[in-house]
Antibody, heavy 120, light 111 residues
Framework: VQLVQSGAEVKKPGESLRISCQGS????????ITWVRHVPGKGLEWMGK????????SYSPSFEGHVTMSADTATSTAYLQWSSLKASDTARYYC??????????????WGQGTLVTVSS | NFVLTQPHSVSESPGKTVTISCTRS????????VQWYQQRPGSSPTIVIY?????PSGVPDRFSASVDPSSNSASLTISGLQTEDEADYYC??????????FGGGTQLSVL
């Protein structure tokens, strides 16, 4: 079971971005994917989770309206996207799989993270 | 919603035992399972304890955890500290909407 994320990105404020998280070694459609933001020097922040089988996202109030989560079961890939980046979006973003099919359980495995840098 | 509060940092010597606490601000700690993750510098988080006190295969038995309803807190204990245990540790639970809640993280120094 593995989650592999897309590579590092450098963007300007106002630009759009989509990063990916591809699962392998299990039935991707059956387990929710969570997204976590990690700002260097700060703690982990939960952004929301996605049911790949229904393309049904559930967002943290702190991130709702600023990011969009989606998934493609045909390619076993989850996506996190921004339509207009801000400098404050600079962080490393992790995807992780919920071990319980009801969207709870512990988070395992985690992707390797995608570093997003937003700077003018 | 509730907050999980952890000490910002702890330090201890190799071979000793350290305990990291995680206190829930409202609602019983026993309402939802607590997980613990280890994040070494430059690495992704990994699970070290799930469902309050269960250790995944591959995690040394030096790692243990418990929940104390009387103090509304969970605790992660690492015995026989090794330099490789130096990392950030996060507790995690769920709220009534099944939203993930992380503690603020504790930096463990082994010196």
């Amino acid at each position: 079971v593995q989650l592999v994320q897309s590579g590092a990105e450098v963007k300007k404020p106002g630009e759009s971005l989509r990063i990916s998280c591809q699962g392998s070694g299990y039935n991707f459609a059956n387990y929710w994917i969570t997204w976590v933001r990690h700002v260097p020097g700060k703690g982990l922040e939960w952004m929301g989770k996605m049911d790949p089988s229904a393309s049904y996202p559930s967002y943290s109030p702190s991130f709702e309206g600023h990011v969009t989560m989606s998934a493609d079961t045909a390619t076993s890939t989850a996506y996190l996207q921004w339509s207009s980046l801000k400098a404050s979006d600079t962080a490393r973003y992790y995807c992780a799989r919920h071990t319980d099919r009801s969207s709870t359980g512990w988070l395992d495995p985690w992707g390797q993270g995608t570093l997003v840098t937003v700077s003018s | 919603n509730f907050v999980l509060t952890q000490p910002h940092s702890v330090s201890e010597s190799p071979g000793k035992t350290v305990t990291i606490s995680c206190t829930r601000s409202s609602g019983s700690i026993a309402l939802n399972y607590v997980q613990w993750y280890q994040q070494r510098p430059g690495s992704s988080p990994t699970i070290v304890i799930y469902d309050d006190d269960q250790r995944p295969s591959g995690v040394p038995d030096r790692f243990s955890a418990s929940v104390d309803p009387s103090s509304n807190s969970a605790s992660l204990t690492i015995s026989g500290l090794q330099t490789e245990d130096e990392a950030d540790y996060y507790c995690q639970s769920y709220d009534s909407s099944s939203f993930v809640v992380f503690g603020g993280g504790t930096q463990l120094s082994v010196l």
